[in-house]
């Protein structure tokens, strides 16, 4: 049975990542209402606001690593600033075609080693995720 979860937010600039997640989505039966954003700082502007204005913030977030005007290493750094309680945190999930031995020892060190994930993200991967 899977996590319910109210929000979901995809961070990505990748429109075929974004199309092939949501496919995914579709697939496994997985219904929330997603927001999307082409970087980081748009995402991270529009948590600020929700914060500020006393909304609820997605329960779920998928985020890209490599991507224009704020990717997802330096976004990680500013929503952990906006928001330094882990357990107040959604749960984030790093989404990366990268292989590169940094990237995961980075997830590491903020404690998203279980949350990385190599695209494409399959339906498998993300029953995974969501169960």
Request: glycine residues 8%.
């Amino acid at each position: 049975m899977m996590k319910v979860r109210n929000q979901t937010c995809i961070i990505d600039d990748d429109a075929i990542a974004v199309f092939g997640l949501k496919r995914a989505m579709a697939a496994v039966d997985f219904t929330s209402e997603l927001s999307t954003f082409g970087h980081g700082l748009d995402a991270l502007e529009h948590f600020g606001q929700l914060l500020e204005d006393g909304s609820e913030l997605p329960s779920l977030i998928f985020i890209d690593l490599n991507m224009p005007v704020m990717g997802g290493w330096y976004f990680m750094e500013e929503f952990i600033k906006l928001i330094p309680s882990k357990k107040d945190r959604p749960e984030v999930f790093i989404m990366t075609s990268s292989l590169d031995i940094r990237d995961v020892e980075k997830a590491k060190y903020l404690g998203l080693e279980d949350h990385y994930i190599i695209k494409p993200i399959t339906s498998d991967v993300l029953l995974g995720i969501l169960g």
